[in-house]
C-alpha cells in the first residue's frame, strides 16, 4: 500500500476514535451533570482516573511499538475501548462510571495521537513530520464532530444511545481502517543495529537526567492546561454568560483551528526550527487563557481564544514526538517517546480534578490566572531542557 493512502485510513481512524473514546466526555459533562446527579468535581475525577491509567501504560505501548506489535495494540486498545463506551449507556451508579472510564483510561495509551505518531516516526524516519502533520489535519476534526453531534444526539435520542452510536463507528469504521494504514506504515521500517536487543525494563538513566525532565515536564504543564480547559470549557463559558449555541461553536471550532495552525506550519517550517514552533505553542496558548479571561467584558474575545487556543495546541502535538526526537534522539524512540508521554498524561491526569478543585475554591478566574502561571513556567523548564541538548547525550 502507498504511504499517502496508508496516512489518509490512519487519520480516518483516529478522527473517529478520538471524537468517542475522548472528546465525548468533556462533550457530554453538563448533560450528565444535570441528568444524573452527580456533582462536577465527581465527574472530573473519573476523567482524572481514565487519564491517570493512560499514563501509566504508556511507556508499555512504547515498548511495544518497539517491538513492531504496534498495528495490533492500537486496534486492541480501540475495540476495548469502544466496547466499554457502549456499556457507558447502562450506568446508574457513579463507580460503574468510574469503572468504564478506567477500561478506557487503560486503553487511551495504546489508540490516540502518541502510539500513532511514534508508530510513523518508527516507520517513516525523518519524513515523519510532514505525515503527522497530514494525520491531523484530518483528526483535527474530531472535536467537530463530537461536540455538535453529542450535543443534538443526546436531545434527539438521550445520551445513553448516543454514546453507544460513537462506540460502533469505532468498532465498524475506525478500526479496520486503522488496521489497514497501520500495517502499512509498520512494513516500511528498517531495522537497526539494536533492534531485538530491546530491554523490558526503564532506561534509569532516564530519571536522573534534568535534561529528560525538563523535556517531560515541560510538556506535562502543557498537558494540564489542556486538561483543564476542554472538560471544562462549556462551563467556563457558561460562567463568562456566553450563549449555550455560541460555546457549542466555540468547543466545536477548537479542531478545526488546530488544522490551520497545523496548515500555518507546512507553509512557515522552511523558515522556523521545530524549537521555535515549540517556544510560540506555550506563549500562544497563554496569549488565548487570556482572552478567555477577557470573554466576561465581550463575546467577541471567545473567537480570538478559539483561534490561539485550536492553533497552538494543534502545532504542539505534531512538534512534540519531532522535538523528542531532536532532543533525545532516535534510538529506542518508541520507549523514550512512551515514557515522556507517561509524564505528559500525568500532567492531563491531574488536572481536570485539580481544576474542579480549583473552582470550588477561587472559581473559575482563578483557574484561568493558573493556567496563565503553568504555561509561563512550562516554557521555562523547555527552554532549559532545549539548551542542555546543545551540550549532553539523552541517556
Known sequence: MKIDRAIILLALGQTIIWAGLFYLFPALILIWEADLGWSRVDLAGALTLCIFLSAISSPVTGRIIDLGKGPVMIVVCAAVGSISLFCLAWVEELIVFYLA?????ACLSGCLY?????????????????????????????????FPCAHYLSDAIGWR?????????????????????????????VPSATTGTISIRYNPGY????????????????????????PHLLPILRDRNV???????????????????????????????????????????????????????????????????????????I????????ILGEERFGTKHGVLTMLYLYGAAAAPFLGALAWRVGGYPLVLDGLVILLLAGLVLYLSSYRMSRGYNSP
Open 207 to 230: 530519571f536522573t537526567s534534568p535534561m529528560f525532565l525538563c523535556l517531560g515536564i515541560g510538556f506535562s504543564l502543557i498537558a494540564m492546561v489542556h486538561g483543564v480547559t476542554l
Open 319 to 326: 512538534v512534540r514526538p519531532v522535538i523528542t526526537r531532536d
Open 161 to 189: 444511545i448516543t454514546v453507544q452510536v460513537f462506540a460502533v463507528a469505532i468498532l465498524l469504521f475506525a478500526i479496520p481502517v486503522t488496521l489497514l494504514g497501520a500495517q502499512a506504515i509498520e512494513s516500511r521500517h
Open 114 to 146: 502518541d502510539p500513532c505518531f511514534a508508530l510513523i516516526t518508527r516507520g517513516l524516519g525523518h519524513q515523519a513530520k510532514r505525515y503527522i502533520i497530514r494525520v491531523t489535519l484530518i483528526a483535527g476534526f474530531a472535536g467537530t464532530i463530537s
Open 243 to 317: 450563549e449555550p449555541g455560541i460555546a457549542v461553536l466555540a468547543a466545536s471550532m477548537i479542531g478545526p483551528m488546530q488544522v490551520v495552525g497545523r496548515l500555518a506550519m507546512m507553509y512557515v517550517q522552511k523558515f522556523m526550527s521545530n524549537h521555535l514552533v515549540g517556544v510560540c505553542c506555550f506563549l500562544l496558548m497563554a496569549a488565548s487563557i487570556l482572552a478567555l479571561v477577557w470573554t466576561a467584558s465581550w463575546t467577541g474575545w471567545v473567537a480570538v481564544f478559539v483561534l490561539l487556543y485550536g492553533s497552538s495546541y494543534g502545532l504542539i502535538c
Open 101 to 105: 472510564w478506567s477500561i478506557i483510561g
